[in-house]
């Protein structure tokens, strides 16, 4: 795998980003990426290391390790080295449908499980992956692969998020005829206007749809099921009936002031942000302007980073992140052993922004809010926040909050954006169908199975398993699409591991 001293001989190089000063002035994705001789190089760092954790998917003190989707990351890291770019192609099809997404957005689980970084670098894996599969673009490898033979089958999949298209995909590939309905006017889910276009460009989407529609795919757009059109109609006009509608609630914090003028969910900000500018490069307005405001993110994670990317692209005067949680350590701590997933600090692409901008890093920690203040006119003015202390009841032995006293500190913010993560599925939807929900409102199956308690309906990613990762939910749709067939033809041949 690789070369057997490759690892030795090579250093680990990545792709260069523009500084900061400059990417947050458009945009764009802002790598370089290595050319392929230097590309072929660092597969050559892959090690013939016998258990290849890299590809494990498994489950570590209640984190995942290694790549969820099983990816076969030894075998294309060797041929990447060996210069097999299109036999590379073939064996990263056979697990990921879309590593054009993966490679750009996954915080690439199989690098943290990787064994040359037990004691060193990782292999360079998520850009090996963009190598192949933009490689397989420019030599026109990843073109349209229609059936050809189709069984009569015809599969509603409702969303067309990463779950819901994986699960198309492969359903089209088996000979079903599916369609995609999507609510909004793009297809894409989250993937279009839940992730900015700095880390995925929206021609990168597209240009994946359109070879799906050639495979004879049909979409659907703004058509929302159980608003626009009825749940029943589709189920008399399909044989089955995928859900793919994420987990669509975002979590509210709940303070005094709450009601103010200039609080918008995060997921409402980016998605108005994306939009505005692909309909018209920001000129309609119809977006959340932060030029010269003070802006407040109250939310660690992926989600709060994008919005402090997207906040300064617009202008904004300062921006403040609040986190719950400590800051974690820079580096493993003695009970998070490789290969658990590192609970390491990550300063992500907008908090660097953030320090080029304005000095200092815009994360606040074991904070929360406490009163949102305004004026006469309802507009928001400040937010109160209050230092937290973690302390062990005895009792339970669990970590519970409490309020510092004397602690209150009060930031000047106009837009507050709340980035608290997602509860599970819209009640609309499971209401429409009459599908069961769990306590958490996700949709209940049988462990490992993805039917619902309704006849002929199926559910998939973060409706069925919560809010969780790009790679979680190709794979969910990947093993939805495979209950599916099974479910219509008493067998399925569908390899997905």
């Not at 989707?69 to 097999?84: A, F, K, Q, R």
């Not at 699960?167 to 309905?181: C, I, M």
């Not at 495979?215 to 757009?221: A, D, L, M, R």
């Not at 996700?442 to 993805?450: E, F, I, R």
Request: proline share 4%.
């Amino acid at each position: 795998m690789g070369k057997p001293t490759g690892f030795m001989e090579f250093e680990r190089e990545v792709s260069k980003a523009q500084k900061p000063t400059e990417r947050i002035k458009h945009f764009n994705e802002f790598h370089t990426h290595l050319p392929k001789e230097k590309q072929q190089l660092q597969g050559a760092r892959c090690m013939d290391c016998g258990v290849p954790y890299c590809q494990s998917g498994m489950t570590l003190c209640g984190m995942t390790s290694g790549c969820p989707l099983h990816n076969l990351v030894p075998e294309w890291n060797d041929l990447v080295y060996t210069g097999n770019w299109q036999q590379a192609y073939k064996r990263l099809l056979k697990t990921n449908n879309f590593p054009e997404f993966t490679s750009r957005v996954c915080p690439a689980l199989c690098e943290a499980a990787c064994t040359c970084g037990l004691e060193g670098d990782p292999v360079s894996t998520k850009e090996n992956e963009y190598a192949i599969i933009e490689n397989a673009y420019a030599e026109g490898l990843a073109k349209a692969n229609p059936p050809k033979n189709r069984t009569g089958k015809k599969i509603a999949v409702v969303g067309s998020g990463p779950s819901g298209l994986a699960a198309a995909d492969l359903l089209n590939r088996r000979g079903h005829s599916v369609t995609v309905f999507e609510r909004s006017d793009r297809v894409g889910g989250l993937l279009m206007y839940g992730i900015p276009n700095m880390k995925l460009e929206k021609q990168i989407i597209d240009r994946k749809i359109s070879i799906m529609k050639e495979e004879g795919i049909t979409f659907v757009t703004n058509t929302d099921i159980g608003k626009n059109k009825k749940a029943e109609d589709l189920l008399k006009e399909f044989d089955r009936v995928l859900l793919a509608c994420g987990s669509s609630n975002p979590r509210d914090i709940k303070a005094e002031g709450r009601d103010a003028k200039g609080i918008y969910f995060a997921v409402d900000f980016l998605k108005a942000n994306t939009k505005s500018l692909l309909d018209s490069d920001f000129k309609d307005k119809k977006y959340v302007d932060t030029n010269g405001k003070d802006v407040v993110i109250i939310g660690g994670g992926d989600t709060g980073n994008d919005c402090v990317g997207t906040s300064i692209r617009h202008g904004a005067k300062s921006v403040t992140q609040i986190e719950m949680m400590p800051k974690a350590p820079d580096v493993r701590a003695e009970n998070n052993p490789w290969p658990e997933w590192p609970k390491i600090c990550k300063t992500d692409y907008g908090q660097e922004e953030a320090i080029a901008v304005y000095g200092h890093d815009p994360r606040i920690y074991e904070s929360t809010v406490k009163e949102f203040i305004k004026d006469k006119e309802g507009n928001l003015t400040g937010v109160k926040i209050v230092k937290l202390s973690w302390e062990k009841d005895k009792a339970t032995g669990r970590m519970n909050m409490k309020e510092i006293a004397g602690s209150e500190q009060i930031l000047p913010a106009q837009i507050v954006l709340i980035a608290a993560g997602f509860l599970g599925s819209q009640k609309y939807v499971t209401d429409a169908f009459g599908v069961e929900v769990n306590e958490r409102t996700n949709v209940k199956t049988d462990a490992g199975h993805y039917a619902t308690n309704v006849k002929n309906v199926f559910v998939t990613g973060d409706m069925h398993r919560g809010q969780s990762l790009v790679v979680w939910a190709i794979r969910e749709g990947r093993e939805a699409a495979r209950d599916i067939d099974e479910s219509l033809m008493g067998y399925t041949n569908l390899n997905i591991q």
